[in-house]
């Protein structure tokens, strides 16, 4: 009698654990889709930064390319997992879709910092290593990644810099904040701050006041 008690008072208190383990169940789903609804604003506020860093363009290329550079960045969290593998699908297919169309390789990898700006399109392809700081700007031929197939490490560029048309940046390198690159420059060192590096390989000046319109690709 004794062992029959006691497995009742056992079943009893498994019992009574069911409804607390349910509630703490839905408290998880509910706290889920909040953080997804919360995910969402927030990729659809950078989306309407993205638009007007664009020149409020709705045929500007380089906004396409950040619409699927966001929508990449917000699928990794969405839950359950089965929902996020059909949104990297999709995410996968738009990608292929828009590197087709624009001639622009930007994976949703890439670091980037507020205001990116990709200014015009075709042959930039920007390794998913890479780290932009705030204030950037690239525009069509831009090449930034691995200087050899072995290596591990993309470039890291810090705030304000503008890189100028053809423009390379290859290898474990370091540019510093308010850096021009002129165009069609090869960058294999690091730039150090308030810079200029131009030429083949590049060569790295300090900034002038005259120095302003060296990464542009003659914008008129």
Known sequence: MKGLSHRQSQIA????????????????KRSDQRSNKIRVVVMFRNICEDFRNHGREWGAQGFWVMVVYRYGRWRYRVRPP???KLF????HVLYKLVQIVTGIEFPCEVEIGNNFVIDHFGG???SG???FGDNCRIRNGVVIGLRRVEDKYAPVIGNNVDI?????LLGPIRIGDNVLIGANAVVLCDVPSNSIAVGVPAVVKQRGSHDHDLSYDNKQ
């Open 13 to 28: 208190s498994a019992l009574s654990e069911i409804p607390s383990r349910r509630q703490a169940c839905l408290s998880v």
């Open 82 to 84: 089965l929902l996020r």
């Open 88 to 91: 990297s699908f999709i995410y």
């Open 124 to 126: 930039i392809i920007v």
């Open 129 to 131: 290593d890479t780290k």
């Open 164 to 168: 100028g048309t053809g423009a390379k």
